[in-house]
């Protein structure tokens, strides 16, 4: 590399450099094996009636592109799969976004307002922790999972003079923990301090709840609870609808930049989150099946020694080292599983792991022999 080029790259190299000593260093891996990484939970990305669904809107001329913003051009008849989507969630209201990430951002960089208090889950995702930080409120940050932090943060910012509203964010199952959240308790601390609780469904719509509604379905409408319903998980597709009160629909469609100033979502992606819901209500077998195979998972896993400390679809196999980890990931890809490492800063540092997902895209055979190839592995790394 060239002195002058390397002294535009050079800090970049060094970061890089600092990656891989460190083993943390990322590249891309196309899919192989048997899948236990993806959040494609129902397997309706390949699904046929998915695909039906969109040929059969290409035939009738919907455009494979908005064309502009929602407010202008933009906002094409497809898109009416938020009326739809808010029925099945039981929500006033609904706005569709690209993607989950997108949501999380918006949601916190235009609802919470200056003078007013996130309180963020530790373990929330990475898009609420950059929403919370370009955004106008103040935050905190409480430990995982725990309702005294959270409480605690609330009484203090109001001791110190805090003024404004509390916006509470977590998610209802945990993506890389595969644990859940306390919900019953996170609703009666929002009407306990009239907050603001929103919450992150990503990787329970579709899993949990009443034909996959989620895990805050049962608490039907209320004007202070907000949910993200990702449309690029179990729903097989990409995007996220926000379902809230009218009120904070019309103030978000007015006031929101990361909606304003974008491209609306492809009008065959609405199709195809429309046709995902109407699948969700009329395959309910889909849902059954997939928890029955976690069920089984975890008394295989069990039965061989292989713990994971969860009871969701999302498994993480703690290891703890990094370098450790991505071995292991290796051997289980070369025996023809794919199962990735996550390392930190994805995960807290000392707490490197595979994350083992279950979808419908494999069945018990293929489980049997995913848990007994680790526990082989894992015998065969400890020697």
């Not at 899919?31 to 309706?44: E, K, P, V």
């Not at 309180?119 to 919370?132: P, Q, W, Y």
């Not at 209500?281 to 069990?302: D, G, N, S």
Request: aromatic content about 6%; some cysteine; hydrophobic content about 40%.
């Amino acid at each position: 590399m060239s002195s002058s080029r390397m002294d535009k790259l050079g800090p970049y190299v060094k970061a890089l450099r600092a990656l891989q000593d460190d083993n943390r260093l990322r590249g891309l891996n196309s899919r192989a094996g048997s899948d236990f990484s993806s959040n494609d939970y129902l397997a309706l990305a390949s699904a046929s009636r998915m695909k039906k669904a969109v040929l059969a809107a290409i035939e009738r001329d919907a455009p494979l592109g908005s064309g502009g913003s929602r407010l202008l051009r933009g906002n094409c008849e497809e898109h009416e799969c938020e009326a739809e989507a808010a029925q099945f969630f039981g929500a006033e209201t609904a706005l569709f976004f690209a993607s989950g990430y997108v949501a999380n951002f918006a949601v916190l960089t235009t609802l919470p307002q200056r003078g007013d208090l996130l309180v963020l889950d530790s373990l929330v995702h990475a898009s609420i922790h950059e929403g919370a930080r370009a955004g106008r409120a103040e935050f905190r940050i409480a430990g995982h999972n725990e309702i005294g932090a959270i409480e605690s943060a609330i009484r203090d910012w109001r001791a110190d003079g805090g003024m404004g509203r509390v916006w509470i964010v977590a998610e209802s199952l945990y993506s890389m923990d595969g644990d859940f959240a306390p919900l019953d308790d996170l609703v009666a601390l929002a009407d306990r301090y009239d907050a603001f609780l929103v919450v992150d469904e990503a990787h329970a719509t579709g899993v949990y709840g009443e034909q996959g509604r989620g895990l805050t379905s049962h608490y039907g409408r209320r004007e202070n609870l907000l949910i993200i319903h990702t449309c690029g998980k179990a729903l097989g597709v990409a995007g996220a609808l926000v379902t809230a009160s009218g009120v904070l629909r019309d103030f978000m469609i007015n006031r929101c930049r990361p909606f304003i100033f974008a491209t609306a979502p492809s009008p065959l992606i609405a199709v195809a989150v429309s046709e995902a819901l109407h699948i969700l209500q009329r395959e309910p077998e889909r849902q059954q099946r997939l928890l029955r195979l976690v069920a089984f998972t975890h008394r295989k896993m069990e039965a061989r020694g292989v713990r994971c400390p969860s009871s969701s679809q999302i498994l993480p196999y703690m290891v703890g080292d990094n370098a450790h980890t991505m071995r292991l990931a290796s051997a289980m890809q070369n025996r023809g599983f794919d199962i990735r490492g996550i390392r930190p800063p994805t995960v807290p540092a000392g707490t490197a792991r595979l994350r083992i997902s279950l979808t419908l895209n494999v069945n018990e055979d293929d489980v049997v022999s995913m848990v007994d190839a680790l526990a082989e592995e894992t015998k065969r790394k400890a020697r």
